[in-house]
């Protein structure tokens, strides 16, 4: 339903000429994508243990088609009507249709049914979500969805901007469209390397690659530097998120995961939000480096979160 509004909304803006009913289409896009984020949460419920980590990387890694059709469709269809992406718009409306055809087919396992209440005991909801959020691993899950996306959402909003002020306007669908590609490639092997070297070692790995992008971003200009950056902070991302996602799925029971999910996605988009209004007042006001430069505590905060919990995780155990 909300992707259907947000083409109609965003082809009516554009009709008319209303940049808020415009806003009014992006917005339900946003929410639209906001309940997509929760299939990767869905697949982990429909895997065992074992291939749970996997699982998630497979339904993340769907995304490394769009990188390609999206663009593709855009660039083709952009022109087919006026005004502009009108025509975008419209074919655009047969992906949430689709996706409500697709999702008939899936059959996720029964729920295991709490034991039946004794007297007029109410059904348990779990621990309360204040007591849940203290565990070290919801903690550093919740700070590594958040930093992947704020980081990510920050170098990307200002990517464009920045590439036309330096003259190299026309290269920006190249580098947007193979930056996703890099977002959404490595979750053919995260799983992967999840179930070996675990996902405090896979955030890190997302915390290297982070670093080198914004290394490469703040070295130079050239669309070299752009085109490293995107790469860079696309598959760190996807570590980073993947490894994260794996984590929070190991500190919470069924009848607590609703919450505990919901308050990990609140948490992570409204930074995500946050990055984004700030990434056009950092690039007009400051400059590029100034973007790049801002990921960076960002990042430092997921190394100290891991070592914390690496360090209480070996408290523990001597504490055994």
């Known amino acids: 339903i909300f992707g259907l ?4 909304f965003c082809t009516t803006g554009l009709y008319i000429g209303d940049f808020w009913v415009f806003i009014a ?30 699982a998630i990387s497979w339904v993340i890694g769907g995304g490394i088609l769009a990188a390609f059709v999206g663009g593709t469709l855009a660039g083709n269809t952009a022109n087919l009507m006026v005004p502009q992406f ?4 419209i074919i655009l409306a047969v992906t949430p249709i689709l996706f409500a055809i697709t999702i008939q087919f899936v059959r996720m396992p029964e729920p295991e049914k709490p034991a039946p209440a004794v007297g007029k005991e109410k059904k348990s909801s779990g621990r309360p979500l204040g007591q849940i959020m203290k565990q070290p691993a919801f903690v550093v899950a919740a700070i590594g969805t958040s930093v992947s996306w704020a980081g990510m959402i920050l170098m990307m909003a200002a990517t ?5 002020l330096c003259g190299l306007e026309t290269d920006v669908p190249f580098v947007i469209q193979w930056h996703m590609f890099a ?46 950056t995107n790469m860079a902070i696309g598959a ?13 799925v190991t500190c919470h029971t069924e009848e607590e995961k609703g919450k505990v999910q919901g308050a990990n996605d609140t948490i992570a988009y409204m930074l995500a939000a946050i990055s984004s209004f700030f990434a056009g007042y950092l690039q007009i006001e400051i400059g590029w480096n100034a973007v790049m430069i801002a990921i960076v505590p960002q990042i430092l905060i997921v190394v100290a979160a891991v070592w914390w919990m690496r360090s209480v995780n070996a408290r523990t155990v001597a504490a055994e």
Not at 198 to 208: A, E
Not at 236 to 248: A, C, E, K, Y
Request: net charge neutral.
């Open 86 to 89: 009108v025509a975008t718009y």
């Open 183 to 228: 977002m959404f490639a490595p979750s053919f092997f995260a799983g992967h390397l999840i179930s070996r070297f675990g996902n405090l070692n896979v955030i890190m790995m997302g915390f290297g690659l982070f670093a080198i992008g914004i290394v490469a971003g703040l070295t130079g200009i050239t669309l070299a530097n752009f085109f490293i």
């Open 160 to 164: 464009p901007l920045s590439m036309k």
């Open 5 to 8: 509004l947000g083409c109609t």
């Open 25 to 54: 289409g992006t917005s339900c896009f946003g929410a639209f994508n906001a309940f997509n984020q929760y299939l990767r949460f869905a697949a982990a419920e429909a895997a065992d243990d074992e291939f749970r980590p996997k």
């Open 236 to 248: 760190g991302w996807n570590l980073m998120l993947i490894g994260s996602t794996s984590l929070l």
